[in-house]
């Protein structure tokens, strides 16, 4: 039985997606109508689609994923290809030296898609110069997480119509962030307004030379915002020299319903996951009306199979 | 340096028993040099003009403007300079071979042919090698293994304190005795306050100079390049230039305090500027470097996360670059160094935070020093003064002077050949140079050593 989606030609010349700077504001249109027409696709009870029915896609996270891998997971095998996961636990990594080596090997196995997670920024780039393969950028340290800025698009375009002057506030560690950054070029590439909400601790150097409005205090960030994206706080960051305690983070930081007030009624409340409940974000506003959160995850599914549909597409052979 | 300061027991510039490659060159008998039609450049005397230099058993014999085809000897090699420049051999006060310890990445005679190709005859050694030059056996060492294969000078620094480690000072008298030319901890900031006072005091007893590469460990902390939009932008962790200008202010108040002479072993920051100046206005035995490195690329030579540019202290702006390059004109930055540092593919190919920090450096420094001079930016009597004479002079070597009766260390320089930086053409074990593929104008078209020629570029 063969399954119909609508899957508009779009133009997408590259061979790797290694993050959101290397996209025009044509492709990112594009790659968002394609995912539109996935979204559709997911939501029917036959969902398998054959355009990448022979093709092998390797899964590689050298950091722990488990939301983002079954994502991408999903994604392959809903166009058919055959996905193998591999998780390579950075405790049994030689440092970069296993990177490489992992590089090589992967490569003689004739792979045509590689997604890849490490912790060091600017490491798939390298790992994209060693294989022969379409390569995607599955998070890199601090660096890029191409397909998250993706799916929160995705997200907000869908319940607002576009991105276009929509006032998005993102708070919380953008220091350590690669969600922030990606979010940041996305939505100033397409013409959204970033504000940046974070203890000057968090924000790393001349963010603002990134066009971002800069704020220290939730309650004045998120006013007439229409979107506000909290980011993940690890807890090991909660104590010491950062942030003192997550008491007086949350004061300052953390979403609760009365501080979303501040925002539009009709704000959109988002959270990459997974949520620290209490310290970054209260449940009630997690799981509330103006939430989005699990939405993005279902968006996710859809926004990677655009990716991999596009760079498949580019593939010898195609 | 001031008076009041100095009390030393060893006078600099005292000839210390001398070792080394060279010494085997003074005993063979090789044929006179001759060089006329030449730009001689020699920072020592203040003299750059056209003129002719003579060579004869190892030392300079004569130089000057009357030196003409028909001056020298019968059977000397005579030069036609025409358009060319002769000037004293380099002196680079920061190499690290590799030799012992990391033979696969640098041995001292590879150094030495790369040291040649660059017109560098004389290298200062860092003692992070395993074992750490630390003991008076160990200099002996190092200074026997070059007598045996190395092309050029080779004299070591030594440790500062026992393995490296920052806390008991080494036996400073006895090592400089032996030939270590000044004391250093080599990549690893003195942390504790105390030990670097103490390590002043003492070594102020000896004259014995302490070449410090001052940045806060703590202020670098997981820090890989220059802080700033660039690694906001690459999303990697800043090191800010504070982290040089915090000790590095602690390490000048405590010469005031303790009195030993003390070399800033390579500046990055502009900032650091302020402070240098003023302690060297203040009349403190101070005197600062800085890598050609820091003094020719910036932060955006990264790119595309590229390691090898991943060096400490890290490429900084280009306001710090010119900064740099402003004091090096005016002399407040005394000398250049290469910070030569071989490292292997193992070392380097990975994601940028987690590949070692340095680049190779000795076959390239004149040339991309050159850049300095090409831009109108630096004199190059200047250049050569930093890169040789001053050196020579702070490390109380015999070198860095065409005056007659010096060690005929010499270079015969053509300022303007261009070429391009070659990986496979360069001699060093290591490839981690940041000029891949980089045009370069000015090339060494021989180098001599003790009067013997160890690099010809004609014979290549």
């Known amino acids: ?108 196995m004739h792979p045509d898609l590689i997604v890849v997670r490490h912790h060091s920024a600017g490491a798939v780039e390298l790992l994209a110069k060693k294989v022969g393969c379409s390569v995607v950028n599955a998070g890199d340290g601090a660096h890029e997480h191409p397909t998250q800025a993706l799916l929160d698009a995705l997200t907000i375009r869908r319940h607002k119509g576009t991105l276009q002057g929509l006032v998005v506030a993102i708070c919380g560690d953008v220091l350590h962030s690669r969600v922030a950054r990606s979010n940041i070029g996305l939505l100033n590439a397409m013409g959204a307004r970033v504000r ?25 960030g998120i006013e007439n915002a229409d979107v506000v994206m909290m980011l993940r706080l690890q807890r090991e960051r909660m104590q010491g020299a950062l942030v003192p305690s997550v008491r007086e983070y949350f004061h300052y930081f953390g979403l609760d319903a009365e501080k979303l007030k501040l925002a539009k009624p009709d704000a959109l409340v988002m959270h990459p996951g997974p949520m620290n409940r209490g310290v970054e974000i209260d449940s009630d506003v997690a799981d509330g009306p103006q939430s989005v959160i699990r939405e993005q995850v279902e968006m996710g599914v859809a926004v990677r199979m655009a990716v991999l549909d596009a760079l498949a597409r580019n593939l010898p052979n195609a | 340096m001031s008076e009041e300061t100095k009390s030393s027991n060893v006078k600099p510039g005292d000839v210390k028993p001398v070792w080394g490659a060279p010494e085997r060159f003074e005993r063979e008998r090789v044929a006179p040099i001759g060089f006329y039609n030449a730009r001689i450049v020699d920072p020592a005397a203040d003299r750059d003009e056209r003129g002719g230099l003579l060579i004869q058993a190892g030392k300079i014999a ?75 056996a160990m200099v002996d060492y190092v200074q026997r293994l070059a007598r045996g294969t190395s092309l050029v000078r080779v004299r070591p620094m030594a440790a500062l304190t026992r393995g490296l480690q920052g806390s008991a000072i080494t036996e400073i008298g006895l090592l400089s005795a032996a030939g270590a030319v000044a004391f250093t901890n080599g990549r690893r900031p003195i942390t504790n306050a105390q030990t670097m006072r103490r390590a002043l005091t003492y070594a102020r007893d000896f004259d014995a100079l302490i070449v410090h590469h001052p940045e806060d460990p703590d202020l670098v902390g997981e820090g890989v390049m220059h802080e700033g939009e660039m690694s906001t932008r690459l999303g990697l962790t800043g090191i800010p230039a504070e982290a040089e200008t915090v000790m590095l202010s602690r390490d000048l108040k405590l010469v005031g305090l303790a009195g030993g002479r003390y070399h ?40 595309a996360y590229r390691t090898f540019v991943k060096l400490s202290p890290p490429l900084r702006s280009e306001e710090d670059r010119r900064g740099l390059v402003e004091a090096l004109a005016d002399g407040l930055i005394d000398v250049i160094v290469s910070s030569h540092d071989p490292q292997d593919v193992e070392t380097k190919r990975h994601p940028f935070a987690e590949a070692e920090n340095g680049a190779i450096g000795l076959e390239t420094l004149l040339a991309a020093a050159l850049r300095l001079y090409h831009s109108d930016d630096v004199p190059l009597i200047r250049l050569i003064d930093a890169l040789s004479t001053r050196p020579a002079r702070m490390l109380g070597l015999n070198g860095g002077s065409l005056q007659p009766g010096r060690p005929a260390d010499v270079i015969h320089l053509d300022a303007d050949m261009p070429w391009i930086v070659d990986l496979g053409a360069l001699s060093s074990r290591s490839k981690n140079t940041p000029f891949e593929d980089a045009r370069m ?18 014979s290549l």
């Open chain 2, 441 to 458: 104008q000015g090339r060494v078209l021989r180098t001599i050593v003790a009067g013997r020629t160890v690099y010809d570029y004609r």
């Open chain 1, 196 to 220: 940046v909400i974070a203890p000057s601790t968090l924000l790393p150097t001349a963010i603002d030379r990134l066009g971002v409005e800069v704020f220290r205090d939730i309650r004045s």
């Open chain 2, 264 to 303: 800033a072993a390579q500046l990055s920051a502009a900032r650091s500027l302020t402070t240098l100046r003023r302690a060297k206005e203040r009349g403190l035995p101070v005197t600062a470097g800085v890598s050609i490195n820091n003094l020719t690329l910036n932060e955006n030579d990264i790119g």
């Open chain 1, 1 to 108: 039985m063969t399954v119909s989606v609508d899957t508009p030609s779009i133009a997408f010349p590259h061979r790797h997606l290694l993050g959101i700077d290397q996209l025009s504001p044509f492709e990112i249109e594009g790659l968002l109508d394609l995912a539109d027409g996935f979204v559709a696709l997911n939501r029917q009870v036959e969902k398998k689609l054959s355009t990448l029915r022979g093709r092998t896609q390797i899964n590689l996270f050298f950091e722990a994923s488990t939301r983002t891998q079954s994502s991408f997971e999903l994604a392959g095998k809903r166009l058919g290809a055959d996905v193998m996961n591999m998780s390579v636990g950075s405790s049994s990594v030689k440092k970069g030296e296993t990177l490489l080596d992992t590089a090589v090997t992967l490569h003689a």
């Open chain 2, 62 to 136: 004569d130089v000057g403007a009357h030196l003409g085809p028909d001056s020298f000897p019968a059977g000397a090699d005579v030069i036609d300079a025409r358009g060319s420049v002769v000037a004293p051999g380099l002196i680079d006060m920061r190499v690290f071979t590799g030799e012992p310890g990391f033979e696969h990445r640098e041995t001292i005679a590879s150094a030495s042919r790369a040291a040649a190709a660059g017109g560098v005859t004389t290298m200062i050694c860092m003692p992070d090698t395993d074992p750490v030059i630390e003991d008076v």
